[in-house]
T-cell receptor, first 114, second 108 residues
Framework: EPEVTQTPSHQVTQMGQEVILRCVPI?????FYWYRQILGQKVEFLVS????????KSEIFDDQFSVERPDGSNFTLKIRSTKLEDSAMYFC????????????FGPGTRLTVL | RKEVEQDPGPFNVPEGATVAFNCTYS??????FFWYRQDCRKEPKLLMS???SGNEDGRFTAQLNRASQYISLLIRDSKLSDSATYLC?????????FGTGTRLQVFP
């Protein structure tokens, strides 16, 4: 069964550093998303991406965040200058087909900002 | 009313029990609804989709009451492996709005 994959599984960084989180969505999916989950809290939407552009973003997704689909398979989330409060689990998701709003999640990247 | 609201639990039930979780949502325009399952420190996994009044898949039944803006998930004959957090999820345009989840612990 096709799956969303994410790398790395765990990223530790110093405050102020840039990080890039990588995702490979399910191959025939056209809609891509990033969500985050701070420990003990609910899953929160960050951004959706379709047809090579952002279709929607949340208030969390400020100028420090960017997304890119650099080739036909990868989808990345960049945080330019990390803050302590960016520490969270970041999930990539993708959807496609007739039930395009059924989103399938990757295993996540745990980001720890020190 | 919060966008998606759930009882956080925990629900502690013995194997074989039937358990039901409730969820209310605020967006009356929502047309589809989902239950996801999340194990500790893992990703949410799609359990059931609800597009009309309800859906049944084996031991799991989801029901929708649009008038009351209420969704439920019923698990029959609980297994130890059902222990997880169950997330009520409502789409809003492109994004999924997650509830805080209801934790289920099934004991032998």
């Amino acid at each position: 069964e096709p799956e969303v994959t994410q790398t790395p599984s765990h990223q530790v960084t110093q405050m102020g550093q840039e990080v890039i989180l990588r995702c490979v969505p399910i191959s025939n999916h056209l809609y891509f998303y990033w969500y985050r989950q701070i420990l003990g809290q609910k899953v929160e939407f960050l951004v959706s991406f379709y047809n090579n552009e952002i279709s929607e973003k949340s208030e969390i997704f400020d100028d420090q965040f960017s997304v890119e689909r650099p080739d036909g398979s990868n989808f990345t989330l960049k945080i330019r200058s990390t803050k302590l409060e960016d520490s969270a689990m970041y999930f990539c998701a993708s959807s496609g087909g007739t039930r395009y709003n059924e989103q399938f999640f990757g295993p996540g990247t745990r980001l720890t900002v020190l | 009313r919060k966008e998606v609201e759930q009882d956080p639990g925990p629900f502690n039930v013995p194997e074989g029990a039937t358990v039901a979780f409730n969820c209310t949502y605020s967006n009356s325009a929502s047309q589809s609804f989902f239950w996801y399952r999340q194990d500790c420190r893992k990703e949410p996994k799609l359990l059931m989709s609800v597009y009309s009044s309800g859906n049944e898949d084996g031991r799991f039944t989801a029901q929708l009451n649009r008038a009351s803006q209420y969704i439920s998930l019923l698990i029959r004959d609980s297994k130890l492996s059902d222990s997880a957090t169950y997330l009520c999820v409502v789409p809003n345009t492109d994004k999924l709005i997650f509830g805080t989840g209801t934790r289920l612990q099934v004991f032998p």
